[in-house]
């Protein structure tokens, strides 16, 4: 009986670690699209400097 407590405690931690490492890689990818999202306007707008300023 020890041992199936202890199996069934192991499954439960594995399971909340497993729903953590979810949530986790869930927020890296909103962060990772964020970033590129904010990248490619800043680089619009570098785009747009440049542009502006060669039609000087």
Partial sequence: MKFLKEFKKMKVEF?????????RKE???RKFEQLQKES???????????QFIRNK
């Fill in 40 to 50: 490619e306007e800043q680089a619009n707008r570098v785009a747009q400097r440049f």
């Fill in 15 to 23: 399971n909340e670690a497993e729903k953590a490492n979810k949530l």
């Fill in 27 to 29: 927020e890296h990818n």
